[in-house]
Structures are given as C-alpha cells and as structure tokens.
C-alpha cells in the first residue's frame, strides 16, 4: 500500500468541506461520508479520505500503485489550486511515499517500430520501451505526447513536490493526445494503438509519416477498464473502436448486452471477438443522430447488473450522457461516457 498526505491550515475548513467534495463530484467520483464528517472518494487509481477541523483540512491518498500516487496528487493539486485561489503550488507539503521532484511514475520514453495499415480508415503503430506492464491493467487508454518542435530535443513531464506535474512550455510544448492501448506485449516490451486516419489531426497527420526509431513519451494508464457487469450497452464511432473491442474482448463469456457501432463505410468494420449474449450493430455515418438515438433509445433489461459504455462525439456523449444520469438515474460506477472528439476533428482520443 503507497499513502500520501496533506494538510492545510484553512479558517472554518469544516464548514467548506462539503462543498469542495461536491464540486470533485462534478468529476463523476462518488463520495461516501462517513459518520465522523469525513469523506472517501474512490477512483480508478486508489482511495482519497478527506476530513477537516475547523481550521485545517486534510486530504490523505491511499493506493496500490505507485503511479496512482502521482495522478491522484496531480489531480488534487489542480483542483485546489483551481478552487482556492489563495493557495499556491508552494502550500502544498506532502507527506509520505515518493515526494521528491522528478520523473513522473507513470511516463515511458518509446520509440515507435512498426506502422500496420488496417484498412483505409485505420493504422496500428506499435512503440517499444522498458517497464511497460502498467498499461496492461488500471486503465484503457493512454497520453501520447509528441514535441511541437520535432527539430528540438524533447522535454519531457516532470513530478514536482507539490503533487502536480509540470509539462514544458514555449518551444518544448508538447502535443497531448489520448488513445486506447491495442495491445500491450510486456514480455516483449511493446504498446500497440491504433488510429483513425484522416486529415488535418495532429497526431493523425504525424503517424502517417513518423520514422522507425522516432522517440514519443506516454503517459497512463486511465480512462475506465474491464467491465464485468452482466449486461452491458456499448456504442462508438471509429474513434472508440479500439476501445470497444479490447473491452469485449476481455468480457466474461456468459455476458449479454448490445453494441451499436459507426463508421464511415462498411468496409472499416472489424471481426470482434466478443461473448456469443453480446449483439452488435453498424450504423451507416451519413446519419449523425441515429449512433446518440440507438443508445438512448434502448430498453434495458430488467433485474440485469447494468453498465453503459459510450465513447464518441462531443454532442453524442453530453447528450447520452444526460440521459444516463437524469433519465435513468445511473450512478458514476454504472457508466462510462467520453467525448473522443468535436467538430470533425477525430484525433482527441481513439
């Protein structure tokens, strides 16, 4: 077990506590509150307990993986710095395990050494590097992080003591993109992900054309896992393809449940490997409501352990996402749904 905590001095902290763990559930974390006035709030990457006197707040974060430390701090430091405009990066103490400055402990230098043409509409590059078992579990996707300046030697994420961790500016910015890890060979120390291939994406444009060789960072894991619920409703367009079919492909054989996948011909659908209970649908992309319209439009099954699953469009997914929490008063740990990209712009995360 890896624990970190922090405290801070803060007049009628008591009296605020709630409402800050109100505004962290906004984030679609559900918080317990304990009978002593605390609360815990559990994520993807371990357990965050909160609890206040009337002058000091304390924040401690359990977890069992040494890089969920990382992100869970990265993630408090943003929010309380974003919230409290009093509070600097510089209040923030931390104690516990791993609170020196340095390389953050879930980011891989790789270099990239094959791209696979899939189809029209989809390549596959796989990247090498050391130590990389986790992104294998605690997570679907990952951060791609390209140097604007390929002409520069890359800087790279540092940790800082605060919790946050610092991504370069000015000429070493980086280009942050987010995609769903294919395939991961730790034995063989390499990472696939796949992209959809269109125009004018960041990423998109730069996999069309990367040398063998080409060093990249990543970051991760994150963004959901494995679902074992015993229904599952799951929709996407290409983007989240490669999500989908890692998740099926993972399911347990006696799951049932429906699918409803959009791509831009029918010649970019893919052989799933799923459970025999799991029916999947293509939907034609020439009609962009019909993809949000088959997910809220769906009748659930009765007495069924139930999780829905969307990745797509920015409208798509607020709109489903509505439904999902006003209309069918699911909880955070009943869904995951992500807005991959917005404007025809599919790079953001596939």
């Given at each position: ?34 009978d ?52 600097k ?66 800087v ?5 003591t ?15 993109r ?48 494995y ?23 993972q ?64 409208k ?35």
């Open positions: 077990m890896f624990q970190s905590s922090l405290s801070l001095p803060f007049h009628n902290a008591d009296q605020h506590l709630e409402a800050q763990v109100r505004h962290i559930e906004q984030h679609e974390l559900e918080a317990e509150k304990h002593d006035n605390s609360f815990s709030i559990r994520s993807e990457y371990g357990l965050l307990r909160l609890s206040a006197t009337q002058d000091q707040m304390n924040l401690i974060i359990e977890t069992e993986r040494d890089d969920g430390l990382d992100v869970m701090r990265d993630f408090v430091a943003d929010y309380l710095v974003g919230h409290m405009p009093s509070l990066l510089s209040d923030l103490v931390w104690s516990g395990h791993n609170i020196v400055e340095g390389t953050p402990a879930n980011f891989r230098t790789v270099a990239v050494v094959k791209r696979t043409i899939l189809n029209e509409g989809m390549l596959r590059l796989t990247l090498a590097g050391n130590d990389l078992s986790l992104f294998e579990e605690g997570g679907l996707h990952f951060r791609l992080l390209l140097p604007k300046n390929p002409n520069r030697t890359p790279w994420p540092i940790r800082l605060s919790g946050k961790v610092q991504f370069p500016e000015g000429d070493d910015e980086l280009y942050n987010v995609y769903t890890a294919r395939y991961v060979r730790t034995e063989l120390g390499e990472l696939d992900f796949d992209l959809v291939r269109h125009k004018g994406g960041v990423a998109a444009d730069w996999a069309e054309s990367v040398a063998e060789g080409a060093i990249v960072g990543i970051m991760g894991p994150g963004g959901g896992g679902i074992n619920n015993g229904w599952l409703l799951m929709g996407g367009d290409e983007t989240a393809l490669p999500a989908i079919s890692r998740i099926l492909e399911c347990s054989s006696d799951v049932k449940g429906q699918v409803y996948l959009s791509v831009r011909k029918s010649d970019y659908q893919a052989d799933l490997q799923k459970p025999d209970g799991i029916e999947v649908f293509w939907l034609p992309d020439n009609d962009s409501n019909q993809l949000a319209s088959s997910i809220i439009e769906t009748v659930l099954p009765d007495n069924e352990d139930i999780y829905v699953w969307f990745g797509g469009e920015q798509d997914a607020r709109a489903i996402r509505k439904v999902l929490k006003s209309d069918w008063k699911l909880k955070p740990d009943q869904f995951y749904c992500a807005a991959y990209w917005q404007n025809d712009i599919r790079s953001e995360a596939e």
